[in-house]
């Protein structure tokens, strides 16, 4: 029967990939992480991981981006040009499902984030969630029912432009823009501007309050382009204890009560409700649908 079989589930991050086996409940089976070397070491040790655990019916993949997203395009499930050497048209989605022979599919990690926040957070669950992610880089996606909103791309909100914070005449770190969001909030731009790198920055009020200050225009474009009902911040800087509820006061400035549905909603910024578990389980989300339509 369909419901009794295993979810393959692979979160492929820039400096890790973390592999799972799960159980159609969504426990986790059996896991392992994998360093990210280049592409050719990185997808044949998970392919061997999948290979000696008990076999998986689908595969979910959530993988870092820029990647390839169009069915229709020759280069689908591929990453595309990322700065990470060796990573450029690197075809994940190709390798994996060719080597394991089983249906597998493809999502960005922070749109397979949104889903499962979405789907599986506490009741009673949003319809419509947008998953922020900041860490390295800064990236976000909304889910919508079960699935990820998506034009032409995936999105790319960690570099809209941000308004600067009177007095900081931090330069900016993005490569293409510079003072992008990305640019102005990352972990590095933190580490860069601060002296100071983010997990040990736990009680410099001034580094967090700056950050909240750039993130809430995200959540201010997020509002006003999607009007989610929940924003959560996850990844090694977004989950920073604290920081979800700075963000949200900071919000509720940035919004300056027009068509601040929020008023009111503790939850409206939150912290990620399955952890560091979302991309991975998203994944497995993923997968289970590529089993059940
Ligand atoms: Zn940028």
Redesign the pocket.
């Given at each position: 029967m369909t419901e009794d079989r295993l979810l393959g589930a692979v979160e492929a991050g820039g400096t890790k990939f973390r592999c799972a086996v799960v159980s159609p409940d969504l426990t986790i089976a059996d896991s392992r992480y994998v360093l990210t070397t280049d592409p050719d070491t990185t997808l044949a040790t998970v392919v061997e991981f999948f290979e000696r655990s008990e076999p998986a019916a689908a595969l979910g993949i959530a993988s870092f981006g820029p990647v390839d997203l169009d069915p229709d395009s020759p280069g689908y499930g591929s990453i595309t040009d990322t700065p990470k050497p060796g990573w450029p048209d690197a075809p994940i989605l190709g390798r994996l499902s060719e080597a394991l022979g089983v249906p597998a599919g493809i999502q960005t990690d922070v749109e397979a984030a949104a889903v499962a926040e979405q789907g599986l957070g506490p009741e009673p669950r949003p319809r419509r969630l947008a998953y922020v992610t900041v860490g390295t880089g800064i990236g976000a996606a909304v889910a919508v029912d079960g699935r990820p909103w998506r034009g032409r791309h995936h999105s790319?909100l960690?570099?809209i432009p941000v308004r600067r914070a009177g007095g900081d005449d931090y330069p900016?770190c993005?490569?293409?823009?510079?003072d992008?969001?990305?640019?102005m909030a990352c972990g590095p731009a933190i580490a860069e501007r601060w002296g100071v790198d983010p997990p040990d920055a736990g009680g410099r009020d001034d580094i967090w309050q700056l950050e909240a200050a750039y993130l809430a225009q995200l959540v201010r474009v997020l509002a006003y382009s999607f009007a989610p009902d929940r924003v959560v911040f996850g990844g090694g800087v977004g989950a920073h204890p604290g920081l979800a509820e700075t963000i949200r006061a900071a919000a509720r400035t940035e919004l300056a009560g027009y068509a601040d549905y929020s008023t009111g909603d503790d939850r409206f910024v939150t912290a990620p409700a399955l952890g560091n578990y979302s991309g991975l389980l998203g994944a497995a989300l993923l997968a289970r649908s590529l089993l059940h339509g």
């Open positions: 790319e960690g570099h900016g993005c490569p293409f823009h510079r992008c969001l990305e640019g």
